[in-house]
């Protein structure tokens, strides 16, 4: 069975930088995509970056050049690094690992509150 940690969430004030990480455990294989998506209180969850094995990068348009997702294949881990962070940024973040191998799967963490204010 698959688990997804997160880690890092916090209180920041506007422009300041806050770093999340996740572990994905219970893998044989390291995930295809692992991703953060956002969800603030009534709306939908959202996605904010993707990274696949291979290193290809994909971003929200609203964090497009403030946020970078990296990731480690050999550990499975995935972090975000968050700069000039804005009240709107404010939100529960999620870390997403999916894969095909040895079955297919889609998992989810539990989440982890960013707050954005002064």
């Known amino acids: 069975q698959v688990q997804v940690v997160e880690s890092g969430g916090g209180l920041v004030q506007p422009g300041g930088s806050l770093r999340l990480s996740c572990a994905a455990s219970?893998?044989?294989?390291?995930?295809?995509?692992m991703g953060w998506y956002r969800q603030t209180p009534g709306k939908q969850r959202d996605l904010v970056a993707t990274?696949?094995?291979?290193?290809?990068?994909n971003y929200a348009d609203s964090v497009k050049g403030r946020f970078t997702i990296s990731r480690d294949n050999a550990k499975n881990t995935v972090s975000l690094q968050m700069n000039s962070l804005k009240p709107e940024d404010t939100a529960v973040y999620y870390c997403?690992?999916?894969?095909?191998?040895?079955?297919?799967?889609?998992?989810w963490g539990q989440g982890t509150q960013v707050t954005v204010s002064s």
């Open positions: 997403n690992a999916r894969g095909r191998l040895p079955q297919p799967y889609d998992d």
């Open positions: 219970g893998l044989i294989f390291s995930p295809a995509v």
């Open positions: 990274i696949t094995h291979g290193g290809s990068t």
